[in-house]
């Protein structure tokens, strides 16, 4: 029993990569590679993401509530069924940002938010009321 603790433990990845047979065995791994490179994968370029800004955090909540809500933001993209009620989660969670930021922002990242909130509110009180809101695509 000593002998077992002085080993320690192993950590075995039995997530799946797609590229490689499952274990036959349970607690068996299977054939071992190299795991890939995502920066290697198609469509993954090797330029740096632009930084997190306050900015783009709430360009990307909102663009996520107009997504639920319908909008077709990508020409090339299926449409998306409306899901109203995690379109207003986001546009909640928006505005608790809004009261905890208050005093916290520049003015232009205020606008951006005021804004932001007003055109997404008004879009979802029309869609919870039965009308149809103006496509922005």
């Not at 997530?15 to 607690?27: I, K, T, V, Y």
């Not at 996520?64 to 998306?80: N, V």
């Not at 208050?102 to 909130?117: F, S, V």
Request: hydrophobic share 35%; proline share 9%.
């Amino acid at each position: 029993m000593a002998k077992e603790e002085e080993q320690g433990f192993v950590i075995r990845d039995k997530r799946g990569r797609g590229d490689e047979p499952a274990a036959s065995e349970p607690g068996r791994p299977a054939a071992s590679s190299p795991a890939p490179d995502p920066t290697h994968e198609a469509g993954h370029s090797h330029e740096p993401h632009p930084p997190v800004t306050f900015a783009s955090f709430v360009f990307s909540l909102s663009t996520s509530a107009l997504m639920l809500m319908g909008e077709q933001l990508d020409p090339r993209q299926g449409k998306i069924p409306v899901n109203l009620p995690q379109a207003k989660e986001i546009i909640d969670i928006l505005s608790v940002l809004e009261a905890k930021t208050k005093g916290n922002l520049n003015q232009e990242e205020q606008a951006m938010l005021t804004d932001m909130l007003y055109a997404l509110r008004m879009k979802y009180v029309d869609l919870a009321s039965g009308k149809k809101a103006p496509s922005t695509s």
